[in-house]
């Protein structure tokens, strides 16, 4: 299983970026997907999630309204379009195997299957 993130930088407050996750090495159209991120000096914080299909997504409240998960299954690639973006938003955003509905509770890798590397997100003036 691989999972390469692409597509961070640096961006200013209220701008946009999308986000790609290039999924090999499984059959990516039968994985539900997620979007997982950490800020400096602090814990894992779920992002979004989406099913196999793509019909069925979840945000977190801090996602919902701004950010738009999807999927290409034929190219075997997961976004996260962000828009709006705030200087909270400045974290390194990984995508994950796996499904989160959401909840109270803090999160861990070991909610989710396998892990891309990451890609850092910096919203900034």
């Known amino acids: 299983v691989q999972l390469v993130e692409s597509g961070g930088g640096l961006v200013e407050p209220g701008g946009s970026l999308r986000l790609s996750c290039a999924a090999s090495?499984?059959?990516?159209?039968?994985?539900?997907m997620s979007w997982v991120r950490q800020a400096p000096g602090k814990g894992l914080e779920w992002v979004s999630s989406?099913?196999?299909?793509?019909?069925?997504?979840y945000y977190a409240g801090s996602a919902k309204g701004r950010f738009t998960i999807s999927r290409d299954n034929a190219k075997n690639t997961l976004y996260l379009q962000m828009n709006v973006l705030k200087t909270e938003d400045t974290a390194v955003y990984y995508c994950a195997t796996g499904i989160y509905y959401g909840g109270s509770r803090s999160i861990e890798r070991s909610d989710f299957g396998s892990w891309g590397q990451g890609t850092q997100v910096t919203v900034s003036s």
């Open positions: 989406i099913n196999d299909h793509g019909t069925n997504t």
């Open positions: 090495g499984f059959t990516f159209s039968t994985y539900s």
